[in-house]
């Protein structure tokens, strides 16, 4: 069972910076992807940012240039380093991990509000 414990986020001005943390348990004991997405009230969930264990990355493209993914795996931590943000990064951000086997695991969420 892999487990997803998320930490950060908050309320921040509209220019300002935010990192999201997420410690994964089985991060560096197997091939897999880690990622973030992110949910607005009354949207969809959508695809923010991933990484994978050979240290690709993807990012949507309304994040890109302001977001940064990487990870730690002496820790077994994934970041989300969040600059520039923008009203509407206003949502509930979510990590995630994705196996070999396609399964995905889910971190609980955290709020992140940009408001002036």
């Known amino acids: 069972q892999v487990q997803l414990v998320q930490s950060g986020g908050g309320l921040v001005q509209p220019g300002g910076s935010l990192r999201l943390s997420c410690v994964v348990s089985?991060?560096?004991?197997?091939?897999?992807?880690v990622g973030w997405s992110r949910q607005a009230p009354g949207q969809q969930r959508d695809f923010v940012a991933f990484?994978?264990?050979?240290?690709?990355?993807m990012y949507a493209d309304s994040v890109k240039g302001r977001f940064t993914i990487s990870t730690n795996n002496a820790n077994n931590t994934l970041w989300l380093q969040m600059n520039s943000l923008k009203p509407e990064d206003t949502a509930v951000y979510y990590c995630?991990?994705?196996?070999?086997?396609?399964?995905?695991?889910w971190g609980q969420g955290t709020q992140v509000t940009v408001s002036s």
């Open positions: 995630w991990y994705r196996g070999t086997n396609g399964k995905e695991y």
């Open positions: 089985t991060l560096k004991s197997s091939m897999n992807t």
């Open positions: 990484i994978t264990s050979l240290g690709s990355t």
